[in-house]
T-cell receptor, first 117, second 111 residues
Framework: DAGVIQSPRHEVTEMGQEVTLRCKPISGHNSLFWYRQTMMRGLELLIYFNNNVPIDDSGMPEDRFSAKMPNASFSTLKIQPSEPRDSAVYFC???????????????FGDGTRLSIL | DAKTTQPTSMDCAEGRAANLPCNHSTISGNEYVYWYRQIHSQGPQYIIHGLKNNETNEMASLIITEDRKSSTLILPHATLRDTAVYYCIVPYTGANSKLTFGKGITLSVRP
């Protein structure tokens, strides 16, 4: 079975540019999560969707970040304009459960390593 | 999330069992214990989870104490590829629950 697929694997761009990260969840999973990982802050949840609807975006750092899930098989995380402090590894995860605690594990992609110069 | 406490690091010899402890003394009756691991440069990987009974799958065993205040993840025959950061997580069961990854425990498997 295909796992969570993220693209691109690596992105290097200059500050001020728009960055779009993409995620394809596992087929049949109805929850999708975006995480960011840095050395300083560890792994932190940015936003999660259930049945394509954003449920909790309290982890989104600021208005420069936005996420969409137009259908059950695709999600994007956009940063506009990007800044050097956005450099991190961004992970997407999906699960069958409607909530984090609903006895369903999350399955993670391999991440996008983002560097903003 | 119920607060979890893990040692910072541990090591074990290849082929031996690795026993990774976790304390979660404030766990509530309906909260699960999850274990994930992250191998360098990869995304976190789900290992196992449990509520009160011991659980076993192809990757590991999870032993939860009767009072549920602590648990142990057991890798029965550790290999070099098991070197990773292991996270013990207890998400609370309220609305907008989240998986909160702390610092985890770094397991180093030596040849």
């Amino acid at each position: 079975d295909a796992g969570v697929i993220q693209s691109p694997r690596h992105e290097v761009t200059e500050m001020g540019q728009e960055v779009t990260l993409r995620c394809k969840p596992i087929s049949g999973h109805n929850s999708l999560f975006w995480y960011r990982q840095t050395m300083m802050r560890g792994l932190e949840l940015l936003i999660y969707f259930n049945n394509n609807v954003p449920i909790d975006d309290s982890g989104m750092p600021e208005d420069r970040f936005s996420a969409k899930m137009p259908n059950a098989s695709f999600s994007t995380l956009k940063i506009q304009p990007s800044e050097p402090r956005d450099s991190a590894v961004y992970f997407c995860a999906s699960s069958r459960g409607e909530r984090v605690y609903s006895n369903q594990p999350q399955h993670f992609g391999d991440g996008t390593r983002l560097s903003i110069l | 999330d119920a607060k979890t406490t893990q040692p910072t690091s541990m090591d074990c010899a290849e082929g031996r069992a690795a026993n990774l402890p976790c304390n979660h003394s404030t766990i509530s009756g309906n909260e699960y214990v999850y274990w994930y691991r992250q191998i360098h440069s990869q995304g976190p990987q789900y290992i196992i989870h449990g509520l009160k009974n011991n659980e076993t799958n192809e990757m590991a065993s999870l032993i939860i104490t009767e009072d549920r205040k602590s648990s142990t993840l057991i890798l029965p025959h550790a290999t070099l590829r098991d070197t990773a950061v292991y996270y013990c997580i207890v998400p609370y069961t309220g609305a907008n629950s989240k998986l909160t990854f702390g610092k985890g425990i770094t397991l180093s498997v030596r040849p």
